[in-house]
């Protein structure tokens, strides 16, 4: 195909809730560009888009697709971007590569859980939208309603710049403002005529308003605007493409995918109205603060957003193009890591289809295969530019986390790489081998987003693996002072084994005297690794006890702290006075009295007050103000205590102190509540007493696994 200069280069992330028709949009774009010559339905499964087997199965788009289509001597790059809540890490990839998002809305919904976060990752990365409304074709499709939700939702940018005449079935009329034409689509074409008198005012009372606003974003059109009242279309269009590209306008288009009407006006905006890679106000930076000019006669700097897996070739990292070209048999320097890479194929993706070209310029967004070391969020250079490093795309933190098990224990290496290989194409999981909670720990977005694991360990891994609630990093302490001693001894021929330990446990606490009742001769105090302390205290008198011996009984003592006597979690915040003992001139040594202090500690641990500490989370829930209510009862629920709320617009943030026990599983009732529109963010604050009736619980609850292990 034709290598493109970036100037005629544009990068669209459509985005949008579920069920509103972004891959049939994508379909529409596909078609009427001409890069296939027949349109797939999700319903028959033959989308160039949703092609992947889970896609398929599922009916509904799991990863971004990467497409492209030619309109108007440009080539257009489009991004079909999953729309549920669970997959936004490949919303966030995609608004870091793309120039505009065309937010696609159903008319018959409204606002939609996938239209609120694609605004809020638009606000938060700054990324143009353009709005349109679709499945105007549908017999419940409310126009007016829509444009009166984003405009209450998202503020007084959003602009209706075309309107419907027909809605509903047999929808084939727009009005475009910008043109003052009316539109009339038949397969896929569309015909131009006057705006019928029926609708000449209400257009030029929005052609007006629209002037008036988009002139705003120059001076000199501004000055324009006051001096004749008006802007022609030339201006009109410059002024369009600067105030949507500063983000001082959401335009409103009209479109039914389904019935391809509208869609070949949509792609016309896009050519006329997105800027190119090379003329965009917000410009990418490399982490050193350079920038990054779009010119393709500067050295290469190309950046990983996206990895994929294809049965007949491999792995696949899609890249976008920030400075110089990437051609076939270029060698390149990851800047990450170092390593060199040879670039042995640059694909242009329409979906499922790829064709090869010898080069890509600045601003486009391509594919290459066999790259050996590099992974989602690497920059590509040349060898003379590898300061050049495009900043990391910021994915979004895990709320939902399980441990996992393979069903089979000769399977735990291949789940082990299973579970690497997923996160390594999908960085809004985690992975965590816990030695602390003997568990492999998997973070996700939400229990749909875990679905799609089972999916892939049981269709594409064929592995059978166990997925539990993960185990409370509970922390055990004592809360008063006690004694005891420990005899260990052995006899079984030849040298034996003889130690005995007594000791004095007491809780620490910050700024407490470093004094006991019995004389010290050398304190150590430990930062635990798990937080809180460790203060060793040798109080012997009179060699009762070698001090080539310490070492021994301090090590018996953190093995049992590894794992405290009441849950098998780590303890923390106590001191230890070594106050006396006995050796034996020959049986005694080191494995002797690290047994003995190691039991002496159990011991004196049991008699000290013992107290289980959890973790309490620092929990912010931001939820629309009519679900505060229910929310707040669910929180307290949980044992949360609220300590306030702050409303913005629409939404009120519940913040509250939590323990972590209680949040199992907490996107999913949260989702339930808000009916999808709740989310939230928790912060470790600082390990707490638990109450006593959960105290006796735990302790029965690890009294009855040890039995059952035995």
């Not at 790829?354 to 992974?375: F, H, N, P, S, W």
Request: net charge negative; aromatic share 8%.
């Amino acid at each position: 195909m034709k290598i493109y200069q970036t100037s005629d280069i544009r990068n669209i992330a459509l985005v949008g809730g579920a069920k509103s028709g972004k891959t049939t949009m994508a379909e529409a774009m596909a078609f009427n560009g001409g890069v296939i010559n027949r349109r797939g339905t999700v319903e028959d499964k033959n989308t160039i888009s949703d092609y992947r087997d889970i896609e398929i199965d599922r009916r509904n788009s799991v990863n971004t697709s990467l497409l492209y289509t030619e309109f108007g001597g440009k080539k257009i790059n489009i991004l079909d971007v999953p729309g549920f809540a669970d997959f936004q890490g490949e919303l966030v990839a995609a608004y870091n590569v793309v120039e505009a998002a065309v937010v696609v809305v159903n008319a018959q919904s409204g606002i939609e859980v996938g239209t609120e976060i694609a605004y809020r990752y638009s606000n938060k990365l700054k990324t143009p939208m353009i709005f349109t409304v679709n499945h105007l074709d549908a017999e419940k499709a409310n126009f007016d309603d829509c444009v009166n939700q984003l405009k209450d939702y998202f503020g007084g940018k959003c602009t209706v710049l075309q309107f419907p005449v027909n809605q509903g079935l047999g929808f084939n009329q727009v009005v475009d403002i910008v043109l003052n034409k009316l539109l009339t689509f038949k397969d896929g074409k569309c015909e131009m005529s006057d705006v019928p008198a029926a609708y000449a005012d209400k257009a030029e009372e929005l052609r007006m308003a629209l002037v008036e606003e988009a002139a705003a974003a120059d001076d000199a059109l501004m000055e324009k605007y006051f001096e004749e009242g008006d802007l022609n279309h030339e201006d009109l269009t410059k002024a369009l493409k600067l105030a949507i590209d500063k983000r001082d306008l959401f335009p409103i288009l009209c479109t039914s995918a389904k019935e391809n009407a509208g869609v070949s006006r949509l792609l016309e905006f896009v050519v006329d109205n997105v800027p190119a890679p090379n003329e965009v106000s917000n410009t990418k930076k490399t982490k050193a603060g350079k920038e990054l000019k779009c010119d393709s006669a500067n050295p290469t700097v190309a950046f990983a957003f996206k990895s994929d897996k294809d049965k007949s070739i491999g792995e696949i990292t899609y890249l976008r193009i920030y400075d110089g070209e990437l051609a076939e048999a270029q060698d390149v320097v990851n800047s990450c890591n170092q390593s060199k890479e040879r670039l042995s194929q640059i694909l242009v993706c329409a979906g499922k289809n790829r064709q090869r070209v010898e080069k890509a310029c600045a601003g486009d967004i391509v594919a290459t295969i066999k790259l050996k070391d590099v992974r989602i969020n690497h920059t590509i250079t040349t060898p003379k530019n590898t300061d050049d490093v495009v900043p990391e795309i910021e994915f979004p933190t895990p709320i939902y986390t399980v441990a996992v098990k393979a069903a089979n224990s000769n399977d735990d290496e291949k789940v082990g790489a299973a579970l690497k290989d997923l996160c390594n194409g999908d960085r809004s999981l985690s992975l965590e081998n816990s030695r602390e909670l003997r568990q492999v720990i998997l973070g996700c977005q939400g229990e749909l987003h875990l679905n799609t694991i089972k999916w892939y360990f049981e269709n594409q891994y064929k592995l059978g693996v166990n997925f539990t609630a993960p185990n409370v990093p509970y922390r055990e302490t004592i809360t008063k002072s006690a004694e005891a001693m420990y005899r260990h001894k052995k006899q079984s021929g030849g040298s034996g084994q003889f130690g005995e330990v007594h000791m004095l446990i007491e809780p620490y606490y910050e700024g407490m005297p470093n004094q006991t009742k019995y004389p010290i001769r050398d304190t150590q105090e430990y930062d635990l690794e798990w937080g809180g302390k460790l203060v060793f205290n040798n109080c012997i008198v009179g060699g009762s006890i070698d001090a080539r011996f310490m070492p021994a009984i301090l090590k018996g003592i953190m093995e049992k702290m590894e794992q405290g006597p009441l849950t098998g979690s780590y303890a923390r915040d106590i001191v230890v006075n070594i106050y006396d003992g006995k050796m034996h001139p020959v049986d005694s040594n080191e494995t002797a009295f690290k047994i003995a202090g190691r039991t002496a500690f159990r011991e004196a641990f049991k008699l000290a007050g013992p107290k289980i500490k959890e973790p309490i989370y620092d929990v912010a829930v931001t939820v629309p103000t009519e679900s505060q209510g229910g929310v707040m009862t669910d929180l307290q629920g949980r044992r949360a205590i609220v300590m306030g709320m702050d409303a913005e617009g629409k939404y009120t943030t519940l913040r509250a102190k939590a323990p972590l026990a209680e949040m199992n599983r907490y996107c999913t009732a949260l989702s339930s509540l808000t009916s999808g529109r709740g989310t939230f963010t928790m912060t470790f604050s600082s390990y707490e007493l638990v109450p006593a009736d959960v105290q006796q619980a735990l302790l029965k609850a690890y009294e009855e696994a040890a039995n059952e292990e035995e």
